[in-house]
């Protein structure tokens, strides 16, 4: 009989460990296309990866960078969102996906970046290259320029369309460093986002290449690509609950694997990891030496965002560390402090603490007025 409850109790390990294991192992998403990656857009840390540094043909993913340039254009002031965009010959001559611009035409800005979001539109892309930098040549050398300021090491842009051209090249990493960089512009959300609409006074209809937008849910966007030299490519970002992914695939067979792989990536992000985002409800004021305030009261510079495996958050601690005082006079915004964060006793990330308003140095006014009052008020 004790045999036989040992055995049973042998057998239940046994089956609880390889249940353990087989949970793990299904934890990794499995992925078909050669190349990918996953990254958190918070904090930029990297979830999955897979041959992430092998240089490949990004196809119109490219367009990544050229939005990026196009609206930090627009947050410079070189452009706005009304301004109209004159079609040259070279943009009107680009083939593949395309918008049929004619030379003379003009668009605004805000067309022109809603077909190049939207339907991955070349002729556009070559119309904005020119009016930012006076031709796609200067252009793209401004797109390489920004890739090593980005540490987008493994990358040359030869195209600012991504059309299969020699000496063009980036890798799954790379296209998650610029996307990651684009969806800081949050207006690019509200092409990246459309599923459908039109330009030329509804004359023209679009249809977003990224189907995940339709069915996806929290899908942000990015871009899709396509040539015989790249296969099927996507960078995919999504937002649920705080939380904000961005997925890369390089060079899938099918488009359907390119959607599918993308998904499998971002249901392991959110599935796995939540982003940690509580401040403290109290903090003590610090008292301000020779103020016209007795204190200071210390606020968050930021809300905390700090990626946890999902189930963990309750088990994030933090310790605030503020001196006791502080001389006047004191800034609004002046760093007071910090407030530093803990998970299972491996530091997660810090946070600021500011002062939440400016606090005057006393004058000699103030101190006679208060002496006056002192004295003679009863």
Not at 29 to 41: G, N, T
Not at 95 to 102: A, E, F
Not at 283 to 304: H, L, N, R
Not at 357 to 367: A, D
């Amino acid at each position: 009989m004790k045999r036989k409850i040992c055995t049973f109790i042998i057998i239940t390990m046994l089956l609880t460990t390889i249940s353990c294991i087989s949970a793990r192992a299904e934890a990794a998403p499995q992925i078909e296309v050669p190349s990918a990656f996953l990254m958190d857009q918070a904090t930029g840390t990297v979830l999955f990866e897979k041959n992430a540094d092998e240089q490949r043909a990004p196809a119109s993913v490219t367009k990544v960078m050229t939005l990026l340039l196009i609206m930090e254009a627009i947050q410079e002031g070189k452009l706005d969102w009304n301004t109209p965009i004159s079609v040259s010959t070279n943009a009107a001559s680009m083939g593949g996906s395309q918008v049929y611009l004619k030379e003379g035409e003009t668009m605004t800005v805000d067309e022109m970046v809603k077909c190049i979001s939207v339907v991955s539109a070349n002729d556009c892309c070559v119309a904005m290259a020119e009016a930012i930098s006076g031709s796609a040549e200067a252009f793209i050398e401004q797109m390489n320029a920004r890739a090593t300021e980005l540490k987008m090491t493994n990358t040359h842009f030869n195209s600012c369309t991504g059309l299969d051209t020699e000496n063009h090249y980036t890798t799954a990493r790379d296209i998650g460093l610029m996307s990651r960089e684009l969806m800081k512009h949050e207006a690019i959300r509200n092409y990246t986002t459309i599923w459908m609409d039109t330009v030329r006074n509804g004359a023209f209809a679009l249809s977003n290449t990224n189907k995940l937008v339709r069915y996806y849910n929290g899908c942000t966007g990015l871009k899709t690509g396509f040539t015989a030299d790249a296969g099927y490519c996507l960078s995919a970002t999504a937002s649920r609950d705080g939380l904000s992914l961005i997925a890369v695939v390089l060079g899938g067979e099918t488009s359907d694997q390119r959607f599918n792989d993308a998904k499998a990536l971002l249901n392991f992000g959110f599935t796995q990891y939540d982003i940690y985002q509580q401040s403290p409800a109290e903090i003590q004021p610090v008292t301000v030496i020779k103020g016209m305030e007795d204190s200071v009261c210390p606020i968050p510079a930021e809300t905390p965002a700090f990626l946890v495996p999902k189930g963990s958050e309750s088990k994030v601690t933090y310790t605030i560390t503020l001196p006791e005082s502080v001389m006047a006079p004191v800034v609004q915004g002046q760093k007071l402090g910090t407030i530093d964060y803990t998970l299972d006793g491996k530091a997660i990330g810090s946070i600021h603490l500011i002062a939440e308003k400016e606090i005057k140095s006393v004058t000699f006014r103030h101190l006679f007025f208060h002496l006056i009052q002192y004295f003679f008020v009863v």
